[in-house]
């Protein structure tokens, strides 16, 4: 009987929700209710000041906190009521917007869903979230990392020389929260590892502490990680890895852990074939994973080793575009041809842009990858200058190895039509 009791006792202690949602629940709550409707790289501040207004009217708590070394209003959005503190912020670097636009989804379905579904009502009563969307609005309305005065706000938290960093210090101090989540974008070619696959969404639980030594607050960030992964797993699996942990002193996510906010950083890369609608989809669920977390108990009983296990990002594996065994004619010098790869990359641009495209490796690249890879072996391929060099626009025309082409002649293009054209990640002649 005793035995009983004591079952009992810890089975009604555990926290049940029987209402909890399911990753793929939560992708379709996405599907459904996402009030972001641009892509996020064309997103602007006029567009923050729109998605603001509509969070304020369904009911969130909003406000202007400051302004940017430009003049422009930055604001915070607050949802919930409880004594547990999360404060989240997004874009400290103006061209990373992801994460703004998953996070400002999540709180118009927490505030649309907090009468249907009982966690969200538990967390309605846990905590209180405060999300700063758009930190460096000057820079997103550049598609710029910087401000306008040039600094790196997320390397100003120990100088505090621009006022976007003074405003994020003061928030965190003002307020004492007790989680933080710093959310960012990365590279589109960082990898798993040294392995060719994308990093879609990659993770850290900071230490904030120099010697990298952990402690409650950090041991509990790398269990949501956990959590987060194992739900993103079932859309990108192979596609998530963690960030590099070194420390930084001029850091924001490392010192506002070292302030007391032990902070969870997400940083959104790039998956081939899918638009940017699907990263906020992801970002949407790796957030309401991680709260949903905070009352169903999952927060305290994950497995931290999860996220221990995960492969660091890595660079330099993989190319945008690579062109295997082209058979390369600098014509300005010579019309002796050799065989080479070419690899080129595309630039970070808003989507409604044209992304400009540079070579960024010739010759062997058979240890590299192409996230898309075209077979170019028999054909001539020549640049319009007539002289392929690392750092050329990516601009190449194809001639079929068996054509005869003069090429001396003064209007090659004209003179000569190529069997296919390529220009700025677009086949302006598809090769036949």
């Given at each position: 009987m005793r035995i009983l009791s004591i079952l009992l006792l810890i089975v009604f202690a555990m926290p049940i929700i029987a209402d909890a949602q399911s990753p793929k629940e939560f992708a379709a709550a996405w599907d459904e209710s996402h009030i972001s409707n641009i892509f996020p790289s064309n997103v602007r501040h006029k567009d923050i000041q729109n998605y603001v207004k509509k969070l304020g009217e369904l009911g969130l708590k909003t406000r202007e906190v400051g302004r940017s070394y430009g003049d422009r209003e930055i604001y915070e959005v607050e949802w919930g009521k409880g004594p547990t503190k999360v404060f989240m912020w997004s874009q400290m670097h103006g061209d990373e917007p992801t994460a703004t636009s998953g996070a400002i989804d999540m709180l118009a379905f927490l505030q649309t869903k907090r009468d249907k579904y009982e966690w969200i009502k538990k967390l309605e009563q846990k905590l209180t979230i405060r999300f700063v969307p758009?930190?460096?609005?000057?820079?997103?309305?550049?598609?710029?990392?910087?401000?306008?005065?040039?600094?790196?706000?997320?390397?100003?938290?120990?100088?505090?020389?621009?006022?976007?960093?003074?405003?994020?210090?003061?928030?965190?101090?003002?307020?004492?929260?007790?989680?933080?989540?710093?959310?960012?974008?990365?590279?589109?070619?960082?990898?798993v590892g040294s392995s060719f696959r994308q990093a879609t969404i990659s993770l850290l639980a900071v230490s904030g502490r120099e010697d990298g030594s952990t402690y409650p607050g950090?041991?509990?960030?790398?269990?949501?990680?956990?959590?987060?992964?194992?739900?993103?797993?079932?859309?990108?699996?192979?596609?998530?890895?963690?960030?590099?942990?070194?420390?930084?002193?001029?850091?924001?996510?490392d010192m506002i852990s070292a302030w007391g906010t032990p902070v969870i950083l997400i940083e959104t890369g790039g998956h081939h074939g899918k638009d940017e609608m699907f990263l906020i989809r992801l970002n949407f669920i790796a957030l309401m994973t991680a709260l949903q977390s905070m009352v169903d108990g999952t927060q305290d009983s994950a497995d931290a080793k999860i996220y221990e296990r995960l492969p660091f990002n890595d660079t330099g594996n993989i190319y945008n575009y690579i062109f295997r065994k082209?058979?390369?004619?600098?014509f300005r010098e010579t019309a002796t041809p050799y065989v080479a790869d070419i690899a080129i990359n595309r630039e970070r641009r808003r989507q409604e842009q044209l992304a400009p495209v540079f070579v960024r490796e010739v010759g062997d690249l058979s240890i590299f990858k192409g996230l898309e890879e075209i077979d170019a072996s028999g054909y001539n391929v020549v640049v319009p200058d007539g002289m392929l060099r690392i750092g050329s626009r990516g601009h190449l025309l194809f001639y079929k190895k068996d054509r005869k082409v003069n090429w001396k002649s003064d209007n090659l293009a004209e003179e000569f039509p190529p069997d296919g054209e390529f220009l700025n990640g677009v086949w302006l002649k598809k090769l036949p």
């Open positions: 758009m930190l460096n609005p000057d820079g997103a309305e550049l598609f710029q990392r910087r401000n306008l005065q040039s600094i790196d706000i997320n390397r100003d938290a120990r100088n505090l020389q621009t006022p976007e960093g003074r405003l994020l210090k003061q928030l965190r101090d003002d307020w004492k929260p007790d989680f933080g989540f710093n959310l960012h974008n990365q590279n589109e070619l960082t990898t950090h041991e509990r960030n790398k269990r949501i990680c956990s959590l987060m992964i194992e739900a993103l797993k079932q859309f990108i699996p192979g596609n998530i890895a963690r960030y590099e942990d070194d420390y930084n002193p001029r850091a924001f996510g082209a058979n390369v004619i600098n």
